[in-house]
C-alpha cells in the first residue's frame, strides 16, 4: 500500500467554485512530488489540504492506510515551507530553528545539538545569532527550511519556497534542496510554477490545469511522452513548437510544406484523420539545419529569421512558417542572419501529432 494516498479528492468552497476536481494520486514512501501549473490550477490548495489547512470537500486522504480527513495539522507529521517564509522577525535565527521543538517540550540540550546540526547542514552556523531582517533572501530561505527538517517529521510540504530568490539562489537553493530530501528521506511534496524546478528535482511530476490532473509521471516520460498538448507545451523550455496542418493522403500538408507520414504511422491511424485537420508537435531543440536537398528520415520544412536570440551554449531562433511563429534552438555557431530563409529538419523520432479538437496526442503506432 502507498503511502500517501489521495482518492478521489474535491475541494469545493462555499461560493460554489470547485478547485479541485477528483485528484488521484499514491505516493510512496520517501518519494519527491512535485506539483506544477500555472496559477489558479489548485496544485496549492491540494498541498494545503494534504497538510490540513483546508478541509477536504469529497474523497479520502490516506497516510500509511489510515483516513487522515479529519486529523488537524499537528497529527498529521507534516511540516510545511511557505513561499513567505513565515519567519518570527523578533527572534533570531537559533529561536526561530528551536521554537517548534520549544513547543513540543523538548529538552533544551537536545535542542542546542538538532540547531547547530540543521545549521550546519544549511550553512547558517555563522548567522545563528542575527535577526530574518538581516539576512539575504536565500538566508531567510534557508532558515524556513530548517525549520521543517529539524522536527524530523515523515513528510515535508513547500509550497512555492524559491520563488522570491533571484535566478543564482535558486539554483543553489534546488540542489540543497534535493541533498536535504536524501539526507532525511522524508516523503517530500513540492509546488511550484516552474517546470524547471520540477524537472530537476522531482521523482515524479503531477501536471495540472483549471483544477485537474493532466499527467503524473516521471520528468523523461512527461518531456518524451506527454499525453496531450498543455503537458506538451508546458514541460520544456523553450516549449514545444504547435504548427496546425492537414492530413491527406497519408501526408501532412504544413503550410505547402509535404510530410510523409507513411514512414512512422500505421494505416488505420492514418484512415481515421484523412482529410482533418491535426496538430503537428516537436521541440526546439529537435530540429536540425539543413542545406539543399532533402534530409533521409525528416520532414524538411522552409521558413524566414526573424529574430536570434544568443544564450551562449546555444541560440534561440525565431522563425515564421507562412504566418505561423516558430522557435528553434541551434548550436551557436549555426547562428542564421536575420531575414533570411532557412531550411531545417524535424528528425521523424521527434515527431508529434495531437488532435486538434481534443488535444489529445495521437499514438503514431497501435
Known amino acids: 500500500m502507498a503511502y500517501l494516498t489521495l482518492r478521489g479528492i474535491n475541494k469545493i468552497y462555499p461560493n460554489g467554485f470547485h478547485a479541485v476536481h477528483d485528484f488521484n494520486l499514491e505516493i510512496e514512501k520517501g518519494e519527491f512530488i512535485v506539483f506544477v501549473g500555472s496559477s489558479g490550477c489548485g496544485k496549492s490548495t491540494t498541498l494545503r ?89 536565500g538566508q531567510r530561505q534557508r532558515v524556513a527550511v530548517g525549520r521543517a527538517i529539524i522536527r524530523k517529521v515523515d513528510i515535508f510540504l513547500m509550497d512555492e519556497p524559491l520563488s522570491n530568490l533571484d535566478a543564482k539562489q535558486r539554483v543553489t537553493m534546488r540542489s540543497e534542496i534535493t541533498q536535504i530530501h536524501r539526507e532525511t528521506g522524508a516523503t517530500t511534496i513540492y509546488v511550484t510554477h516552474d517546470q524547471t524546478e520540477a524537472m530537476t528535482m522531482a521523482d515524479r511530476i503531477v501536471v495540472m490545469k483549471e483544477g485537474y490532473i493532466q499527467q503524473v509521471g516521471t520528468p523523461y516520460d512527461l518531456y518524451f511522452n506527454p499525453v496531450n498538448m498543455f503537458v506538451a507545451g508546458f514541460i520544456g523550455e523553450p516549449p514545444m513548437n504547435f504548427i496546425h496542418a492537414t492530413l491527406k493522403g497519408g501526408k501532412l500538408d504544413i503550410h505547402g510544406n509535404i510530410a510523409d507520414l507513411s514512414a512512422i504511422a500505421d494505416k488505420s491511424v492514418l484512415e481515421k484523420y484523412e482529410g482533418k485537420e491535426v496538430v503537428l508537435g516537436f521541440r526546439p531543440e529537435a530540429v536540425k539545419l539543413v542545406g539543399s536537398g532533402n534530409p533521409e528520415n525528416a520532414y524538411k520544412i522552409s521558413c524566414m529569421v526573424e529574430l536570434t536570440e544568443l544564450l551562449g551554449d546555444n541560440t534561440n531562433v525565431y522563425v515564421d512558417i507562412q504566418g505561423i511563429k516558430t522557435i528553434l534552438k541551434v548550436e551557436p555557431h549555426e547562428s542564421p542572419e536575420l531575414d533570411a530563409k532557412l531550411d531545417f529538419a524535424i528528425p521523424y523520432e521527434n515527431v508529434y501529432l495531437f488532435d486538434k479538437e481534443t488535444e489529445k496526442r495521437i499514438k503514431l503506432k497501435k
Open 49 to 137: 489540504m494534504i497538510a490540513g489547512l483546508e478541509n477536504i470537500s469529497k474523497g479520502d486522504f490516506l497516510i500509511d492506510g489510515a483516513r487522515a480527513n479529519e486529523k488537524g495539522p499537528r497529527d498529521r507529521g507534516v511540516a510545511m515551507v511557505f513561499q513567505s517564509y513565515a519567519l518570527y522577525p523578533h527572534m533570531s535565527v537559533y529561536d526561530n530553528l528551536a521554537f517548534g521543538l520549544t513547543l513540543q517540550g523538548v529538552d533544551e540540550d537536545v535542542i542546542e545539538q538538532r540547531v547547530n546540526k540543521t545549521a550546519g547542514i544549511l550553512g547558517l552556523t555563522d548567522y545563528l545569532d542575527r535577526k530574518p531582517r538581516a539576512l539575504s533572501g
